[in-house]
């Protein structure tokens, strides 16, 4: 069985959670690590797995081809970056909702 191939985004508690989880997992490949600022360096350096860091989701998406992507940043974020990982056929996990009002769910 290949391993799943997951790009985490965001550094916080829960991504770097999330992280954790997958690089102590064997059926898990983390792809790349992305964040705004050089917390994804501080990740990096905690698990030890010199993991691809990007500081764009967009070319992070071109370039570390996950077959999920971990999405654990403020909860305004989630929803731009669920639909643009699902327009490319990735699965998503979210630990939020896609988006903050009613509205944006119509």
Do not use: W
Request: charged share 20%; hydrophobic share 35%.
């Amino acid at each position: 069985m290949s391993k799943i191939r997951i790009l985490v985004v965001g550094c916080g508690n829960m991504g770097a959670s999330h992280a954790l989880a997958y690089h102590q997992l064997e059926d898990f490949e983390i792809c790349g690590i992305v964040s705004r600022g050089n917390s994804n360096s501080a990740l990096n350096d905690k698990l030890g797995g010199n993991y691809p860091l990007y500081n764009s989701f967009d070319q992070a998406l071109k370039d570390s081809n996950p077959d999920a992507v971990c999405i654990s940043t403020y909860p305004d974020t989630h929803e731009e970056f669920a639909m643009k990982a699902f327009g490319k056929g990735f699965h998503v996990f979210s630990g939020k909702t896609s988006s903050t009002n009613i509205r944006e769910r119509i």
